[in-house]
């Protein structure tokens, strides 16, 4: 463990846990962001340079904006939602912490690996490559899968009643 | 505690922030999020194992975690559109008072 990855750990894990615990929604958002730019920081640190600027140009870039959109476009004037409620919030806590704590546990106990392994390099042109040959098949149905999700994601917003007029 | 324990250990931890959040949060939107945050937790597993396993030349936790970022992102586009679609409807994101799936 190095001082680095302490730092990106906890800077990760506070942006995360306030994205779980602030009242407004906006202010969840970019604390959510700064979670996802540390993951991304993460990726860095492991060597895996496009997955972490794949992650950033994804998540920090498309998700979180997506979602204060559509966290603007829900907004009403009626009162901030209630609290949740403390005994939901308790319950949930608990089952999240037993969770935390069997995985754990079986990370914990497992025996560590022998030797340190040299930094792997993953570099743009190798990914291509295998994008193009190897994963061509994953590829081409990934290409589908985002056009449906696209033109579905437009079709269930749409407002129909627009057109019925 | 070698270095994949301690990513192993910080994944577990994202993953059960996530969880806090989808199962307490009463806003569908945060909810979505929660669980985008679970997911990756599982991306950072496969990255760690990726540089700490046997063989980091097949790129595939390269390549399992690209795919799973798009489908994490075709994922979020159409939950926020559902999310919108039913707020229309019933003009809020609470999930306490969206209790009917009929129109």
Known sequence: ?165 | MNSLQSYLLLSSLLFSIGLVGALTRRNAILVLIGIELMLNAANLNFIAFWRYGPAPQALTGIMFAIFSISIAAAEAAVGLSIILAAYRHSRTTDLNQMNSLKG
Not at chain 1, 124 to 130: C, F, K, N, R, S
Request: hydrophobic share 60%; aromatic share 6%; proline share 4%.
């Open chain 1, 1 to 165: 463990m190095t001082a680095s990855f302490i730092i990106l750990a906890a800077l990760t894990v506070a942006g995360t846990a306030a994205a779980m615990g602030l009242r407004n929604a906006v202010h969840c958002v970019l604390a959510l962001t700064l979670g996802f730019a540390g993951v991304a920081m993460l990726y860095l640190q492991l060597g895996a340079q496009f997955v972490g600027f794949t992650q950033i140009l994804v998540y920090v870039g498309a998700v979180a904006i997506l979602a204060v959109f559509a966290i603007m476009m829900t907004h009403n004037d009626k009162p901030m939602a209630l609290p949740d409620s403390s005994s939901a919030w308790v319950s949930g806590c608990i089952v999240a912490a037993a969770v935390f704590a069997v995985l754990a546990r079986a990370i914990v106990s497992t025996a560590p690996s022998a030797q340190a392994q040299p930094q792997p390099v993953a570099p743009v042109q190798q990914i291509g490559d295998a994008l193009m040959h190897r994963f061509v098949l994953p590829l081409e149905i990934m290409g589908l899968l985002l056009t449906a999700a696209l033109i579905g994601a437009v079709v269930i917003a749409m407002d129909r009643r627009e057109e019925m007029k």
